[in-house]
């Protein structure tokens, strides 16, 4: 049996009973057998809870681009490493293999070092899905700086707020991207942001589509130059296994978005072996993520998990629906697509476009499916598995979050027999718990609560950037000794998990987290608009949309609300990213409130549901006369 690669479910269990006797034993043995190391750790793993402090491989001395590159160059060299499928199927797809990606990691490295970054700087990376994306992050790995990566749908403000945050030095990012038809200028955003940002020294600029962009004196250069120029040769920083990797925003329920830090060891070590084993890879697979490398998924399991494991990665720059909606089954047929990993919400538009655009292509070397990001109703799990899968490629719903840094519950594929809706299992080594509003734990099955996490894994985030505190506060003190998700989850009869969905004030728009504090904030802003709140509702293809309730200032405010609407979205647009536009909004004269003055969202997401018959008692609020008023205002 190897406790690596899990290949049947009564291995699964005995791998499961022995990661949670003995974790420190079993992660020692999974760390030793499969990594390189250049020291070794003093301690597999010390923890405390009421702290919020955990360390894995304590001590020990590694470099992961040196797990994720040179140790495959003697026998994976000239195997494909990334696969760059661009944005228009017409132009040639780029093969970089491991001995190619090893020379521009290096080179970029040494770009990076003469422009005067060093071990511990932060470097954002703003740029679309094209190769120097992943050679960017392994780039500042190689040296140990920290690379913070800002999805290239985020708005100049919302990227001038990350630069600041995490005191970034640089920025690199790219003239433009293309996106389906369109083409949307990069540059130009990240000269907006960085009007602000007193700590950027410097700009390197990628030229993907010749737009011939401004680039501002002593602050902004072309890469390709540089790289023409630098030496091949950059010897790998050696890094502890608890320093920092990389920062990537989440949103949480209040206030700013939270720089989660994740560290080396732990989390090359378990996005290493998950991948192994949520995908079954073998070695001549081509694995495929549809997520962007800005988001945690791509970070992963587009980067890390895949490379360290010495696998063939595609990175994917365009769209689902361009030039047509049969474009990813294009990819799957042109590349020969083993393990197709994406969200429910592109299955679900896809579905929407009917079945001939995927009959139309050669699926037959598929054989896993993957699903991230939300849950995956029902009717989409069917789609997907009968038409995508064809009934013979088990579907992987994979649960987890940025700050898991891997995925935590999830079948097993040709394992763990899977059922529609439910992740099923927890991961080797991952214990979790449903809790009560009251704090006890729901033992049993059959049961549903706040699912919590009672015992360390390598891949934790470490601490939200800048504010231990915060880290402390949002994830462990809700429950005592445990890591509480901010999901719900329920555990059937045979001890499945369903996820059910967000219990805090997140809410998830096709795939993508957004925190309503700072929705409402962008609202807020328009000189019109005196309050707002948002929330939730079903949305057949995004999984969730947005509903925005909103007072004037002016309660006859005489502007044609079609306009007002309008503007209201472009100030989200303008602060957030046009992800976070509202679906709805309704302007009302009050929003209900409770006595002690905070807004009751419950009733609010009953009403945008179209719910009104649930929405039990709301004689204690402070003027429930509104609720009829914003029920009839629907009307
Ligand atoms: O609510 C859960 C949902 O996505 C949240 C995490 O979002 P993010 O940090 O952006 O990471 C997404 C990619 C890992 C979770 O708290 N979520 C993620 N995967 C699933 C899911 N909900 C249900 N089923 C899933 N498979």
Redesign the pocket.
């Known amino acids: 049996m190897s406790n690596y690669h899990i290949k049947q479910f009564e291995e699964y269990f005995q791998v499961y009973r022995k990661s949670v006797r003995n974790p420190e034993q079993f992660w020692e043995e999974i760390a030793e057998e499969h990594f390189t190391w250049k020291k070794r750790w003093s301690n597999v793993l010390s923890y405390d809870f009421k702290k919020a402090e955990f360390k894995w491989f304590e001590d020990a001395k590694l470099n992961i681009t040196e797990n994720c590159i040179d140790r495959h160059l003697h026998t994976r060299g000239d195997k494909t490493a990334l696969l760059f499928e661009p944005n228009n199927p017409n132009d040639e797809a780029e093969h970089i293999t491991y001995k190619q990606l090893h020379e521009r990691v290096c080179k970029f490295a040494n770009v990076l070092k003469d422009k005067g970054i060093k071990k511990g700087d932060v470097v954002c990376i703003y740029l679309p899905m094209i190769p120097e994306l992943a050679i960017s992050v392994l780039a500042c790995a190689r040296i140990g700086a920290i690379h913070s990566v800002i999805f290239a749908g985020f708005s100049s403000t919302a990227v001038s707020s990350r630069v600041n945050d995490c005191n970034a030095k640089m920025v690199i990012t790219s003239d433009g991207s293309y996106r389906g038809s369109k083409t949307i200028d990069l540059k130009g955003i990240v000269d907006e942001a960085l009007n602000d940002t007193p700590g950027i020294e410097s700009v390197l600029v990628v030229n993907r589509i010749n737009s011939g962009v401004y680039m501002k004196e002593d602050r902004d250069v072309w890469i390709q130059p540089l790289l023409d120029d630098a030496s091949a040769v950059c010897n790998a920083e050696i890094m502890d296994a608890e320093d920092p990797l990389f920062i990537l925003y989440?949103?949480g329920s209040t206030g700013k978005p939270k720089g989660m830090v994740h560290t080396i060891g732990g989390y090359m070590v378990y996005t290493a072996y998950t991948f192994k084993n949520v995908f079954q890879y073998r070695e001549d697979d081509i694995y495929w993520c549809t997520?962007d490398i800005g988001?945690?998924?791509g970070h992963?399991y587009i980067v890390y998990g895949p490379l360290a494991n010495g696998a063939t990665s595609v990175m994917f720059e365009g769209v689902p629906s361009y030039p047509d909606y049969g474009r990813f089954w294009d990819i799957v047929e042109k590349h020969k697509i083993s393990q197709f990993y994406t969200?429910?919400t592109a299955i679900r538009a896809l579905a929407k476009q009917g079945a001939e655009f995927v009959e139309k292509y050669d699926l037959s070397s598929l054989k896993v499916l993957g699903?991230?990001?939300?849950?995956?109703n029902e009717e989409a799990w069917h789609w997907y598995d009968e038409n995508v899968g064809k009934k013979k490629s088990p579907i992987v719903?994979?649960?987890?979050?940025?700050?898991?840094g891997g995925?935590m519950?999830?079948p097993i594929p040709f394992s763990t027999p899977t059922k529609p809706t439910y992740?099923t299992l927890p991961f080797i080594g991952v214990q979790p718990a449903l809790m009560d509003e009251s704090g006890k734990e729901l033992k049993g099955n059959q049961v549903e609560g706040r699912l919590c996490i009672k015992f360390p894994w390598p891949s934790m985030a470490r601490t939200i950037w800048g504010n231990h505190q915060r880290y402390k506060d949002t994830y462990f003190s809700a429950y005592d000794n445990m890591y509480f998700?901010?999901?719900g989850a329920l555990r059937d009869e045979v001890g499945y998990y369903?996820?059910?969905?967000?219990v805090d004030d997140?809410i998830?728009v096709s795939?993508?987290?957004l925190g309503t504090a700072p929705i409402e904030d962008a609202i807020n802003e328009h000189p019109a608009v005196s309050e707002s709140a948002i929330v939730g509702f079903p949305h057949d293809v995004k999984g969730n949309a947005l509903y925005g309730y909103v007072t004037l200032k002016d309660v006859g405010e005489s502007r044609n609300h079609d306009n007002l609407r309008m503007e209201i979205n472009q100030l989200i647009t303008d602060r957030i990213g046009p992800i976070a536009k509202l679906d709805k909004i309704q302007f009302t004269e009050a929003l209900p409130k409770t006595r002690s003055g905070k807004i009751m969202r419950r009733i609010l997401r009953k009403i945008a549901a179209n719910e009104v018959d649930q929405l039990g008692d709301t004689s204690t609020l402070l003027n429930p006369e509104v609720v009829q008023s914003i029920i009839d205002n629907v009307k």
Do not use: K, M, Y
């Open positions: 989440t949103s997520a988001w945690i998924t992963s969200a429910p699903s991230v990001g939300e849950p995956i719903d994979t649960w987890w979050q940025t700050e898991t995925i519950i999830t992740a998700t901010g999901d369903r996820i059910t969905g967000r997140v998830i795939g993508h987290n």
